[in-house]
Nanobody, 120 residues
Framework: QLVESGGGLVQPGGSLRLSCAAS????????ITWFRQAPGKEREGVSC????????YYADSVKGRFTISRDNAKNTVYLQMNSLKPEDTAVYYC???????????????WGQGTQVTVSS
């Protein structure tokens, strides 16, 4: 029910904007979190936007470089990624849940993921 887009190949220092859209789910009823998973590593939380306020949260590794936002009219959540580094290379997933947490088992709805590769 969630569909990510916007991934691709970018050079270090470049930018990408990921989108998380839903067709049968109203995203403003949920906290939306972006996770990522690199080969051989566990899935980790990157950023979350709460359903109220909304408040935003970031992993230390992306603070100051990534920005999460939501457009309720478009039923879409975005992740603007700037100053990308090779270590940001991963499959990025969005997930919907009741509140912001890095605990993956709190999330019921997941997208299929979009690949982000940062390389020269």
């Amino acid at each position: 029910q969630l569909v990510e887009s916007g991934g691709g190949l970018v050079q270090p220092g470049g930018s990408l904007r990921l989108s998380c859209a839903a067709s049968e789910l109203t995203l403003d009823y949920y906290a939306i979190t972006w996770f990522r998973q690199a080969p051989g590593k566990e899935r980790e939380g990157v950023s979350c936007i709460s359903r109220d306020d909304p408040s935003t949260y970031y992993a230390d590794s992306v603070k100051g470089r990534f920005t999460i936002s939501r457009d309720n009219a478009k039923n879409t959540v975005y992740l603007q990624m700037n100053s990308l580094k090779p270590e940001d290379t991963a499959v990025y997933y969005c997930a919907a849940g009741p509140g912001c947490t890095w605990y993956i088992y709190e999330y019921v709805y997941w997208g299929q993921g979009t690949q982000v590769t940062v390389s020269s």
